[in-house]
């Protein structure tokens, strides 16, 4: 098993800056990418950014040119600063690790979640 753990989110001013981290233990191996969900009340989960283990980023194209994910694999950990926010910006933050191996038993492709981190943008 994997367990994510986040930090960073909060109440901070439309225009402001976030950092929010996310730190991956237990079962590290094998994790492929990382990265951020976002939902807000009453709307679908939804993509922030993606980061692979050989750095390949993706972003939403809402996100793009505000915000920058990175990964420190050594650490297992993976970062998202966010610029320039907006009250749309403000939703629950989830963190996502997916993971891919092979055993014994054969292919292994999970997908984990952290809790969530709530992110309020507003004056």
């Known amino acids: 098993q994997l367990q994510l753990v986040e930090s960073g989110g909060g109440l901070v001013q439309p225009g402001g800056s976030l950092r929010l981290s996310c730190a991956a233990s237990?079962?590290?191996?094998?994790?492929?990418?990382m990265g951020w969900y976002r939902q807000a009340p009453g709307k679908q989960r939804e993509l922030v950014a993606t980061v692979t283990v050989g750095g390949t980023t993706n972003y939403a194209d809402s996100m793009k040119g505000r915000s920058t994910i990175s990964r420190d694999n050594a650490k297992n950990t993976v970062y998202l600063q966010m610029n320039s926010l907006k009250p749309d910006d403000s939703a629950v933050y989830y963190c996502?690790?997916?993971?891919?191996?092979?055993?014994?038993?054969?292919?292994?492709?999970?997908?984990?979640w952290g809790q969530g981190t709530q992110v309020t943008v507003s004056s």
């Open positions: 996502n690790a997916h993971q891919l191996y092979s055993d014994y038993r054969g292919d292994h492709d999970y997908d984990y």
């Open positions: 237990g079962s590290v191996f094998g994790i492929y990418a």
